[in-house]
């Protein structure tokens, strides 16, 4: 779908100014909201989330959704961060449930992610995980070993679980 299209579909959408929370003026369609997910999740489930959203909030107000605005999506921690002024427990459920996708999604291109890397923790699949490899340490002049950039998504996640169950 084109910016256009979603943003008459959703017009919630439309960029807003984060000071005063008013549409942006002159919109052109060059950017929306979900323009700030990441592009492989924006491929993988975009226009799933935006969609299930949106049916969840015809159930509101029309006031609560006019007055909606979506604040910032972005990646943290290596899964999607929805952060929104205003939501139900059936909306956040939502964001719930494409958060822990996220988690194994390509943050890059939308395939399945096998790899999480450290540092900066973001999900890979194979063929992203290893251009970004290739990209980031093409400069140095001794290459670290592939296990000291990335971690296996199960391991990484298997020593979270644990963590939080403790």
């Not at 700030?36 to 959704?65: N, V, Y």
């Not at 604040?71 to 999607?80: A, D, V, Y």
Request: glycine share 6%.
């Amino acid at each position: 779908m084109t910016n256009k299209e979603l943003c008459d579909k959703y017009p919630w959408l439309i960029p807003t100014n984060r000071w005063t929370g008013e549409r942006v003026k002159d919109f052109n369609y060059e950017f929306t909201e979900l323009d700030d997910m990441p592009r492989g999740w924006r491929i993988a489930f975009g226009e799933q989330i935006i969609e299930e959203l949106d049916e969840e909030m015809q159930t509101w107000s029309a006031a609560e959704r006019e007055n909606f605005r979506i604040t910032q999506i972005k990646e943290k921690w290596g899964h999607l961060c929805f952060y929104t002024n205003g939501e139900s427990e059936k909306f956040r459920e939502i964001i719930g449930k494409y958060s822990v996708t996220s988690r194994v999604t390509c943050i890059y291109c939308g395939k399945p992610g096998r790899w999480i890397s450290r540092g900066w923790i973001s999900p890979f699949c194979d063929e992203c995980a290893r251009e970004n490899y290739n990209h980031f340490n093409a400069s140095y002049s001794s290459q670290s070993p592939w296990d000291e950039y990335y971690i296996d998504i199960n391991e990484y996640y298997s020593k979270w679980e644990e963590e939080k169950e403790d």
